[in-house]
């Protein structure tokens, strides 16, 4: 079965220790993309992908970063530089980046709570 | 400043009624607009789109009209269905449909009630 997979479900940290959020899919997608969620907001971009190896900053990319080594493997690691990072963070691929309306698919979300 | 809004953060209809959400935007460069559904324990999927040079699109029971003078787009469900419960994401680009440029609402959460 294709999909966007994002690992874990819940994800608990200290405050001050790094911690990346794994997010693969099997879909052959050239696009992908890091997104948080904050109660009453919409989602924000937090980085992008339109091909390997090649990534940019999106709206609210501080305290955040990411890689592109493989096609389908796009990790975001949350700093201790980002000052509030409790959030719920979704991940979604598309098969290029022209196409976020019939080609894209979300991962389910990670929720990530910094004690 | 949010430059898409849903101001009604949850909505209930009966089944087989309209159902009606709104979404404003503040942006007027904005050509390219969205649907996204979510459930619980799911990722948001694609629902419907628009392109500006239109002011209605069609799918099914889904209907999603755009007033450009307004800065405003709704979605219509007609007849609503229990199965269409969810939470409902407005997206706007100001370049077309291209990932990176897509501003999301904060979600509007529709209960349809049996």
């Known amino acids: 079965d294709g999909g966007i997979t994002q690992s874990p479900k819940y994800l608990f940290r200290k405050e001050g220790q790094n911690v990346t959020l794994s997010c693969e899919q099997n879909l052959n997608h050239d696009a992908m993309y890091w997104y948080r969620q904050d109660p009453g907001q919409g989602l924000r971009l937090i980085y992008y992908?339109?091909?390997?190896?090649?990534?940019q900053k999106g709206d609210i990319a501080e305290g955040y970063s990411v890689s592109r080594e493989k096609k389908e493997s796009f990790p975001l690691t949350v700093t201790s530089a980002q000052k509030n990072p409790t959030a719920f963070y979704l991940c979604?691929?598309?098969?290029?980046?022209?196409?976020?309306?019939?080609?894209?698919?979300f991962g389910q979300g990670t929720r990530l709570t910094v004690v | 400043d949010q430059q898409v809004k849903q101001n009604s953060p949850s909505l209930s209809v009966q089944e087989g009624r309209i159902s009606i959400l709104n979404c404003d935007y503040t942006?007027?460069?904005?050509?390219?607009f969205l649907w996204y559904k979510k459930y619980p324990a799911e990722g948001p999927t694609f629902l419907i789109s628009?392109?500006?040079?239109?002011d209605k699109n069609e799918d099914g029971r889904f209907t999603v009209f755009l007033n450009k003078s307004a800065k405003h787009l709704s979605l219509h469900i007609v007849p609503s269905q229990p199965g269409d419960s969810a939470v409902y994401f407005c997206?706007?680009?100001?370049?077309?449909?291209?990932?990176?440029?897509?501003?999301f609402g904060p979600g509007t959460r529709l209960s349809v009630l049996p």
């Open positions: 992908s339109q091909i390997v190896n090649d990534f």
């Open positions: 997206a706007a680009s100001a370049g077309g449909n291209y990932g990176q440029n897509f501003v």
């Open positions: 942006n007027s460069m904005f050509d390219y």
């Open positions: 628009i392109s500006s040079i239109k």
């Open positions: 979604a691929s598309s098969i290029h980046p022209i196409s976020m309306d019939t080609e894209a698919f």
